[in-house]
């Protein structure tokens, strides 16, 4: 049974960082491409980046370009996101999710419960 | 604005049948594989329909997907008031480097 169980979400202050982890477990994590997808509140679904199984590729929406690296510690079976110069339109659920494939290609099967960040003065 | 197109809301009566519909482009649901996610309030999604029309285990035949050119479609036979969420496609864009959801359908059960 896939588990993947996110952390690290709170709340920062704007311009600042935050480091989130998703511990994966239930299925050869080194095998799939893993995702970050986030929802802000009442809004709906929004892709932030994916990660292929071998890590040669990694892409990201535009709006995080630049401020958010994703990366994956295999021997650890985890997921980050490393967000930095947060602004207040990052605020959301950040959900961990795994790909079917190795690569970006496929779908998301499988989804962690979130993590509330919010970004606030 | 999303880049795949959903109608902000459908409903029906139970028993009865829904579709709901997601628009993209050549770039998208043309060319790759359109997956359907349910999301019920304050929970995570779920995987309702992968590879544009087949079913993860355990989701029950009365959820389908199906696609023609740039447009794709859930449809749900013999609604359950249980079946009230909002429902999201979503694939990858070929032109854009992006995976892209719609902007998501509410669906009630009247």
Redesign the interface.
Known sequence: QVLLVESGGGVVQPGRSLRLSCAASGFSFSSYGMHWVRQAPGKGLEWVAVMWSDGTFEYYVDSVTGRFTISRDDSKNTLYLQMHSLRAEDTAVYYCAKGNTGSHYGCIDSWGQGTLVTVSS | Q?VLTQPPSVSAAPGQKVTISCSGSNSNTAN??V?W?Q?FPG?????LI??DNKR?SGIPDRFSGSKSGTSATLGITGLQTGDEA?Y?C?T?DSSL????????TKLTVL
């Open positions: 999303s790759n594989y997956s996610y999301q929970t995570a999604p779920k995987l992968f590879d993860p909002d999201y979503g990858w480097s992006v995976w892209v959801f719609g902007g998501g």
